[in-house]
């Protein structure tokens, strides 16, 4: 019985090839894009969960509250994880985690790598496997140090690494390391990632013993806690808090002072949050990309089920010669459905093959590691499309047309167009409403995205490279400023400036204190020297810069417009912040975007002295390592050759470290990269979605044309012209794109809005965008069916009139 339903399954879609070739085309199609997102979008949700045991772990974080604010930190005090350790018998097992750059050291040449300082607990709660060495106690002894597969092969090729030895500057001291084991990659879904491994025993070399043992206000590591099975996370954190009141208690009265624990699994979409060392996604994006494919297999699946509708005059018949023949309803229904899986099947294979060839460039766009290949997942997936799509294919036919009775059909009084001419008509609606809110949204964010790239930022960001010093601060700034002096007398150097951070640097560090009057407040900081702010091309609207060989400086501040609006100065110039602060105000800068434009401009100070300004702040926070920055502008010309000078220069004065070095645009620009790749994504979808949609709307007005063909015939014979009946045939169709528009503007609006609302500064969404989309799609559709109007018009009409 299957065989004989295959065979007819195969008779009928071979008679009907153009049938055939259109459904499997706009499914394969379809099929690929669902099949890429839904590898991009498991990789998003399958973040941190590739542990064992990753339901039971979970980070600590911070909660303070002060004066009425609350304020959260994901770093942590340093004695956080011995403390709990002991005082909890919920946990199971706990790690610090550290992360700095120093310079490494190997064969006389010099490295900036990022290390990471961790507990020996490290690789029993992580599964990062060890493929060599000491398995074991891969920390055996204090100068151990485990390496990632893709440092070994930057530094020793292909040879074994087990025993080889790194000598790693922490603090003042150059610490020779032994490698004592391999491990695995981290995955590109891990918010920890590594490329050495040091143990924790080294922290004295970087952090006094009161910093390690005592110190609950300075936050410097992320700890991480395995929980008991079973355990309640509400009762350890509670715990934590009658463990850690007595600690804080001269600082913080209680319930001011709260460790809660995060799960691992929600750190990675969890965007209340700071980011901490490796950031987050917003789960957003996943949801737009989920939709976005769920709509262009939709939009596929209703090809077929409209071309299928518009097949139902022929099948009707068909199905009235089979009942009259003795078939039964159940077997018509299988026929239609097999029919309808049979070519999902086929859609399935030639998708599977079109997104295999297209997942390099799709990685590109993603940025991502992704692979398709025959596992559980794409079997399950592939199970999935083939009943999903099949039955809602294939719907129609095997229900409505199997239940057809066979003297109505056979006579010719069944009416199949006005019965489902309703439901046709939606179908194509809802493909082209589809179609148009993406390509609305393709050009809004492509806006957007341009709007971000051209804004004026309040400084000049072109032709600025940036070179990082990779030193702590005060051998930071005397390597910068030998390495100015080297390259001052270039002539394709313009200007030089070196500071704590640089314009690329998102998030600058933050201080916190409280005023005269007890209020606490916060500021944005940036140590910089006399040339920042005219090599920035900042615009100063109040009294001075700084000057140089100007002692008297050390003790001002310039600040910018947003901090002068927040203290209510009229004339700033000589005020002082309200509190301990000794500093002078000497100027006032035009607010800049120092931040992405995701925030609006924060308070901020500039200081040539950054040491008196932390001395009277009681919250020091930053984000990236304030390690001094210098930034190069040069002329227009030959970029390599510009870079090259720059690295020589660089050999005269730190020769033994390696040169690195990022273009100030290039790095603004990254800022956005998020935002750039769902745009570029729903871009291919949008043009992928129109594509599909008028292969339907193709197949569809070729059986129009097929069923009115006597119609036309008669119409030419009484003098229509060929215009005419082409408007005749496309008017339909129009009304529909019509209608879509104006579904779809208000939904794309509202969906515009609620993305635009990430943003401080954004576009207002400009109304000639759904006017252009609705008339692309119109000029599309109209184009699709005018091909076959067109031929039908041409047609000689004795011919049509023959053919009925």
């Known amino acids: 019985m299957f065989k004989n339903y295959l065979k007819i399954a195969f008779r009928y879609l071979s008679r009907h090839k153009g049938y055939t070739f259109i459904n499997v085309l706009g499914l394969s199609v379809g099929i690929a894009c669902c099949i890429l997102i839904a590898l991009f979008v498991r990789s998003e949700w399958s973040f941190n969960r590739f542990h064992p045991n990753s339901e039971r772990i979970y980070r600590a974080w911070l909660e303070e509250f002060y004066q009425g604010e609350i304020f959260r930190n994901t770093a942590t005090p340093i004695p956080l994880v011995p403390v709990l350790q002991a005082g909890v018998p919920e946990i199971e097992l706990s790690c610090r985690i550290a992360s700095m750059r120093p310079p490494v050291k190997y064969n006389n040449n010099i ?16 599964n990062f496997p060890l493929l060599e060495g000491n398995k074991q106690d891969p920390f ?36 020779l390391f032994t490698i004592t ?104 994006y996943s949801y737009i990309l989920g939709t976005v494919g769920i709509l262009i297999l939709l939009i596929a699946c209703i090809n077929f089920v409209t071309l299928s509708v ?63 290949s025959l596992n559980s997942f794409t079997l399950i997936f592939s199970v999935i499309l083939i009943l999903v799509i099949g039955f809602i294919a294939g719907f129609y036919p095997a229900i409505v047309l199997s239940g057809f009775k066979p003297i109505q059909v056979l006579k010719g009084k069944l009416n199949i167009g006005n019965n489902m001419g309703f439901f046709r008509k939606a179908l194509i609606v809802g493909q082209f409403a589809a179609s148009i809110i993406m390509i609305i949204c393709t050009l809004t964010v492509g806006k957007q995205l341009n709007y971000l790239r051209n804004k004026n930022l309040g400084f000049n960001k072109e032709h600025v490279i940036i070179v990082p010093t990779n030193k702590p601060r005060q051998l930071g700034n005397a390597l910068g400023k030998r390495y100015e002096l080297a390259i001052q007398k270039n002539p394709k150097v313009i200007s030089t400036t070196t500071s704590m951070f640089s314009m690329a640097q998102l998030g600058w560090m933050s201080l916190g204190y409280s005023d005269d009057k007890g209020v606490f407040r916060q500021f944005r900081f940036n140590a910089i ?5 005219p090599a920035m091309g900042l615009e100063v609207v109040a009294g001075r810069g700084f000057l140089k060989n100007n002692t008297a400086d050390s003790n001002m501040i310039i600040v910018n417009e947003a901090l002068v609006m927040q203290y209510g100065w009229k004339d700033p110039i000589g005020k002082k912040l309200p509190g301990k602060y000794p500093q002078q105000v000497v100027g006032v800068v035009k607010d800049f975007h120092f931040e992405s434009l995701h925030t609006p401009i924060a308070p901020l100070v500039m200081a040539l002295k950054p040491d008196s300004m932390f001395a009277y702040s009681s919250d020091v926070s930053y984000n990236a390592s304030p390690q001094p920055r210098v930034s190069v502008r040069f002329r227009e010309g030959n970029v390599q050759e510009h870079i090259k000078s720059l690295e020589a220069a660089w050999k005269t004065v730190a020769a033994d470290e390696n ?10 620009a990254a800022s956005y990269e998020q935002e750039q790749r769902l745009g570029n994504i729903v871009k291919y979808a949008s043009f992928l979605s129109i594509f599909i949609a008028c292969l339907g709307l193709f197949g569809l007005a070729t059986l129009v044309v097929v069923r009115r063909t006597k119609e036309i015939g008669i119409r030419k014979v009484l003098g229509a012209s060929v215009p005419r009946i082409v408007t005749l045939l496309s008017k339909d169709f129009i009304l529909l794109v019509i209608v879509a528009s104006v579904i779809a503007f208000p939904v794309a609006w509202w969906a515009l809005s609620k993305w635009m609302e990430d943003f401080a500064y ?12 609705a008339i692309l799609a119109l000029v599309v559709a109209l184009v699709t069916v005018s091909v076959q109007a067109i031929k039908a018009a041409l047609t000689n009409p004795v011919k049509s009139l023959r053919t009925e």
């Open 529 to 533: 020297d006399e040339n920042f702010i």
């Open 140 to 175: 055996s002894t204090a100068n151990s140090i485990v390496i990632s597969e893709r440092a070994s092969k930057r530094y020793f090729g292909n040879e074994s690494p087990i025993g080889k030895n790194l000598e790693v500057q922490l603090g003042d001291d150059n610490i």
């Open 659 to 668: 040169f690195e070095f990022r273009f100030l645009d290039e790095a603004l």
């Open 181 to 284: 084991a391999l491990a695995k990659d981290a995955p590109m879904e891990s918010n920890i990632q590594f490329d050495m491994v040091i143990p924790f025993s080294n922290a004295s070399y970087i952090w006094s013993e009161q910093t390690r043992n005592s110190a609950w206000s300075n936050v410097s590591v992320a700890s991480f806690f395995l929980l008991q099975k079973g355990t309640s996370v509400e009762n350890v954190n509670q715990k934590a808090a009658t463990i850690l009141q007595p600690l804080v208690a001269k600082n913080y009265k209680p319930g001011e002072y709260n460790v809660r624990m995060q799960p691992l699994e929600d750190i990675y979409f969890n965007t209340t949050l700071p980011e901490g060392e490796r950031g987050y996604s917003d789960p957003k």
């Open 111 to 126: 490295f900036n790598e990022e290390v990471n300082m961790v507990d020996s607990t490290f690789f029993k709660i992580f």
């Open 762 to 773: 954004r576009i207002d969404i400009p109304w000639w965008i759904f006017i252009t989309a």
């Open 310 to 372: 518009g097949r139902s005059a022929t099948r009707a018949m068909e199905v009235g010669v089979r009942k009259v023949l003795g078939a039964e309803r159940k077997q018509l229904v299988r026929q239609f459905w097999g029919e309808s899986i049979l070519l999902t099947f086929i859609a399935i294979i030639i998708g599977f093959l079109l997104a295999l060839a297209s997942l390099k460039h799709f990685n590109q766009l993603a940025n991502r590691e992704l692979f398709l």
